[in-house]
């Protein structure tokens, strides 16, 4: 690893039940990175992560934080890993401050500035009106945010974050951006999961896609598109024209389209754009980038193959 890489994931397998649901996953997230796990359901994404935090033991393959070995260095590894699972897992007898306090007791060597640590992320993450508050009487946004500075209290090297806005409101899921945003500024590596397809082009500075438990494609949001869905997408209305030579044209060509309430959603390359507008000119339809939600439909169609 060279010196901005802090996490460094090589052949990852899992086996639950006989049946391979991580199959040689490798990846690495840097300083001030952001790094989405992408995928549909039952893809891998979260027993990778719980891999990557020391949650699970892979079958086979490595997982190091800084200079340690996950698996053999357990103790200074965890000091140097944040973790904001789905799920809260706050402590209803303390307060939001208090919450914070027991997050920093955790962690070995102890954090010497404690009490200045939480006052500090408490101020940074908003949460400091609520400071005295318990935390099941807060908003599911700010609910959220005191997660996130937990796993952050002790000043990790990298936090792990999986599905972070779930069930937030659309106000709750910016803030969250922000917050995320703002631990990359700080130098943080940051690996998250995420369904939310608009939150993975936002905040990620790379994506890894899963498909099967395997890695399907890697890069940035463009190279993504690119290489599973394609340059464009055409609309084609299925109603008020007789479409059928339409259809035979895109099944000729391999024409992989996705029918999304009345609108038949086509991928095509320039060439093939070029050909179908020479071969319908009097067609109402309309042509758009690709978006990660169409990466998702192409998944879709290739797990059904």
């Not at 690119?226 to 055409?234: L, T, Y």
């Not at 038949?264 to 990660?292: C, I, K, N, Q």
């Amino acid at each position: 690893m060279n010196e901005n890489t802090i996490l460094q994931v090589d052949g990852l397998v899992k086996r639950l039940g006989g049946k391979p649901v991580v199959n040689d996953v490798g990846f690495s997230c840097s300083k001030g990175e952001v790094v989405g796990l992408l995928g549909p359901n039952g893809a891998g994404k979260t027993t990778t992560l719980r891999m990557c935090y020391g949650f699970l033991r892979p079958d086979s393959g490595t997982v190091r934080v800084g200079e340690w070995d996950i698996q053999k260095d357990n103790d200074p590894a965890s000091r140097a890993i944040g973790v904001c699972t789905q799920d809260e897992t706050f402590d209803g007898d303390f307060t939001v401050r208090g919450n914070l306090v027991q997050g920093c007791r955790y962690y070995r060597p102890k954090i010497a500035d404690r009490d200045e640590r939480v006052e500090e992320v408490l101020e940074q993450f908003g949460l400091k009106d609520f400071a005295d508050a318990k935390p099941d009487t807060l908003s599911g946004g700010y609910r959220r945010r005191l997660m996130i500075a937990r796993a952050v209290v002790h000043r990790p090297q990298i936090v792990f974050l999986d599905e972070p806005t779930t069930g937030l409101d659309p106000e709750a899921r910016v803030l969250v951006w922000e917050l995320v945003d703002s631990l990359r500024a700080q130098g943080m590596a940051v690996v998250l999961t995420t369904h939310y397809m608009d939150e993975a082009e936002r905040l990620s500075d790379r994506l890894i896609l899963l498909k099967g438990g395997k890695i399907r494609a890697t890069g940035t949001t463009e190279k993504l598109l690119g290489d599973v869905v394609g340059e464009h997408v055409v609309v084609v209305s299925r109603t008020g024209a007789d479409l059928e030579v339409v259809d035979a044209w895109f099944r000729e060509r391999g024409g992989k389209h996705s029918v999304i309430l009345t609108d038949w959603h086509v991928p095509m390359g320039s060439a093939d754009l070029a050909e179908f507008v020479t071969s319908f000119p009097d067609l109402r339809y309309e042509v758009r980038p690709p978006t990660l939600d169409d990466l998702f439909l192409a998944l879709a169609k290739e797990v059904a193959q």
